[in-house]
């Protein structure tokens, strides 16, 4: 069964960091392309980054420069390290794999996502 | 950015009847656009890609339509389990989702 597991979520002050992780089972991360999306209490749905299996890497610009996302092979394991916390970044993370429609495109929907965790940036 | 509009922002429907939900984006999106649903405490759910194509396990009441800047989703006859926030995404240009649509019991 495809499934992605995340963790690492919490209670961090402003100015802090935070690292989540994504467990994967029933597919290989380092193969697929993965992304992280949050959710802010009550609101809609934001990209956050992006690791494609060549390991190219990218991120909103709400993020950029803050946010590092990562991936171990072995462990079959995505992550976020996310420093210098605001409160704007509070959220739930999900984490998805992309999946890409036939002829060559460079951009696809997400399926399956995680369940969540939840990130609350406060003093 | 491609923003993502979607109408209404709530949608009292019976069980039985039909929902009709739309989606628009600022710019040509062609069929790069799928659509989640999301219940209270979930993950989103993969229901449509590709504007019209269902996702798998996906009821065939559930139906998508559209191209370029001008989405729709239908559910053909309400169930209850379909109560839920939906989402449209387009994937034509990074990621950009709407702000969704309620869909609540009348």
């Known amino acids: 069964e495809v499934q992605l597991v995340e963790s690492g979520g919490g209670l961090v002050q402003p100015g802090g960091s935070l690292r989540l992780s994504c467990a994967a089972s029933g597919f290989t991360v380092s193969s697929n392309y993965m992304s992280w999306v949050r959710q802010a209490p009550g609101k809609g749905l934001e990209w956050v980054s992006v690791?494609?299996?060549?390991?190219?890497?990218y991120y909103a610009d709400s993020v950029k420069g803050r946010f590092t996302i990562s991936r171990h092979n072995s462990k079959n394991t995505l992550y976020l390290q996310m420093n210098s916390l605001r409160a704007e970044d509070t959220a739930v993370y999900y984490c998805?794999?992309?999946?890409?429609?036939?002829?060559?495109?460079?951009?696809?929907?997400?399926?399956?996502w995680g369940q969540g965790t939840l990130v609350t940036v406060s003093s | 950015e491609i923003v993502m509009t979607q109408s209404p922002a709530t949608l009292s429907v019976s069980p039985g009847e039909r929902a009709t939900l739309s989606c628009r984006a600022s710019?040509?999106?062609?069929?790069?656009l799928a659509w989640y649903q999301q219940k209270p405490g979930q993950a989103p759910r993969l229901l449509i890609y590709g504007a019209s194509t269902r996702a798998t396990g996906i009821p065939a009441r559930f139906s998508g339509s559209g191209s370029g800047t001008e989405f729709t989703l239908t559910i053909s006859s309400l169930q209850s389990e379909d109560f839920a926030v939906y989402y449209c995404?387009?994937?034509?240009?990074?990621?950009?989702f709407g702000q969704g649509t309620k869909v609540e019991i009348k």
């Open positions: 998805a794999r992309e999946t890409l429609p036939p002829g060559g495109a460079t951009r696809g929907w997400f399926d399956p």
């Open positions: 690791i494609y299996s060549g390991g190219s890497t």
């Open positions: 995404q387009q994937y034509n240009n990074w990621w950009t």
């Open positions: 710019q040509s999106v062609s069929s790069n």
